[in-house]
């Protein structure tokens, strides 16, 4: 529906500047301990995958996210479903703190 695809759009710019910009990740690091910066220190992610994380983590509608990302919504879920194995081969307890902001 148009009407969907107009708010989609919209919600996308109004993120826009705050992705583009990295400061989500500041955002986050801030206010979750530091998450994102552990995170990319412990697994190795393209600034692409840290967007996703980060979007993941607020958790915003996959459609939303598609939209922002200009990618597909099978493509987000092939992303997160990578990030999250690499996670899970990690050792530690820090494995299961992301886990709990992607599932």
């Known amino acids: 529906p148009i009407h969907q695809d107009f708010l989609l759009q919209k919600i996308s710019e109004m993120f826009s500047s705050i992705v ?3 400061r989500l990740a500041a955002v986050l690091d801030q206010d979750l301990d530091n998450l994102i910066q552990d995170l990319r220190s412990e697994v190795e992610l393209c600034e692409q995958d840290v967007l996703l994380v980060c979007l993941l983590v607020i958790k915003l509608d996959t459609r ?3 939209c922002m990302m200009n990618l597909s919504i099978s493509n987000i879920y092939t992303r997160k ?3 999250v194995k690499k ?3 990690l050792e530690g307890s820090s494995k299961s703190k992301y886990l709990q902001y992607l599932r």
């Open 20 to 22: 583009s910009e990295g």
């Open 81 to 83: 479903s990578r990030i």
């Open 64 to 66: 939303i996210i598609s």
């Open 87 to 89: 996670i899970e081969s």
